[in-house]
């Protein structure tokens, strides 16, 4: 089996399982907030006696605390406590902001305030601290009560989402990757043959639309066959790779290039006619001109330069081609404009 194909494979195989920890997430993710609709739900509708509220929630495997209105913690249950690393005699009289962490301490006051006030549903995903400062990310929902003394509190039912969170930052650094990967050449780091065409075909769209300049540059490195046969692929690949960082060193942000296959690269230029592609173009070729990569030098570049002028992508690519073929007939090393 061939690599092209082990890394095919491996990228499916990536994909299915990207695909079944989501589910298992968004699974886990309903089952929390389930479990805290019941709780809630639960201590609204029996607004018992202390007592009777107490063994409700000591005897609860979900992490549950009672603070006053001045978020004092009045009682927290063992799961609460083992979830923070405290014991109950360290928090029974603190504020809750013990448990905060410094970036979100300030809003959850304020939150508080506003809950015990006006009464307002209250839930979220919160970065708090343990007793021994590590962080943890919780996912917390409320519920307002009377005390038999008539003043309101907070029941705060927690539950740790830790894990889950550090699954779901992997899985979105995989995607960006994934998504990096499936247009990007893996050798030089510039667009792979698929995405620059299709990066023309939507440029060529929005000249239309816009009745804008559009330009094409089609570069081709001179005589690459014989780097490849006088100091082996490895520098060879070495030479493209550094062509390549030239060639983005030269390019303004809205600037596209990408390597269109084997030693040729297409670089698109919205919003610029000829004469400002081709003083582009010349900076690219005397930065390759200048460039060493031991223990090859005094390599070369040609170009083809076509503005769009209502063709299809197809033929402007054979346009800039065939300014390509025409700087190598007139020697190498020159960019060869269509008009100018």
């Known amino acids: 089996m061939d690599y092209k194909t082990l890394k095919k494979e491996a990228l499916v195989a990536l994909l299915i399982q990207r695909d079944r920890t989501i589910e298992e997430l968004h699974k886990e993710k309903n089952n929390a907030h389930s479990l805290l609709d019941r709780l809630r739900e639960g201590v609204n509708a029996l607004q018992l006696s202390e007592a009777r509220l107490q063994a409700i929630i000591r005897s609860t495997p979900v992490g549950i605390c009672v603070t006053n209105e001045q978020g004092i913690f009045e009682s927290v249950n063992p799961a609460y406590c083992s979830l923070y690393q405290y014991d109950e005699k360290e928090l029974v009289g603190q504020h809750f902001g013990l448990v905060c962490d410094d970036t979100s301490r300030d809003i959850l006051e304020e939150l508080h305030e506003r809950f015990i006030r ?170 390759v001109q200048a460039l060493i990569v031991e223990p090859i030098k005094g390599v070369t570049i040609s170009g083809g330069l076509a503005q769009y002028a209502g063709e299809t992508p197809v033929r402007l690519v054979e346009k800039a081609d065939q300014q390509l073929y025409l700087a190598k007939r007139a020697g190498r090393n020159r960019i060869e404009p269509n008009v100018l």
Request: net charge positive; charged share 30%.
């Open 118 to 287: 006006e009464g307002r549903e209250l839930r979220g995903e919160w970065d708090v601290r343990r007793k021994d400062g590590a962080k943890m990310t919780i996912l917390a929902d409320a519920t307002r009560i009377k005390g038999q003394d008539g003043r309101l509190k907070k029941v705060t039912f927690v539950v740790d989402i830790t894990e889950r969170k550090r699954i779901e930052q992997e899985l979105t650094e995989t995607n960006a990757l994934l998504r990096k990967q499936a247009v990007t050449d893996g050798l030089t780091g510039l667009f792979n043959h698929k995405a620059i065409y299709s990066r023309l075909e939507t440029e060529i769209c929005r000249a239309q639309q816009q009745q804008r300049d559009l330009s094409v540059l089609m570069l081709d490195v001179d005589h690459f066959k014989r780097v490849n046969d006088s100091f082996g692929h490895q520098k060879g690949d070495a030479l493209l790779a550094a062509i390549a960082s030239e060639i983005r060193s030269c390019l303004q942000q809205t600037d596209m290039a990408g390597r269109y296959g084997g030693e040729e690269f297409l670089v698109i230029f919205p919003g610029i006619g000829l004469t400002g592609a081709y003083g582009v173009a010349e900076r690219i070729r005397e930065k």
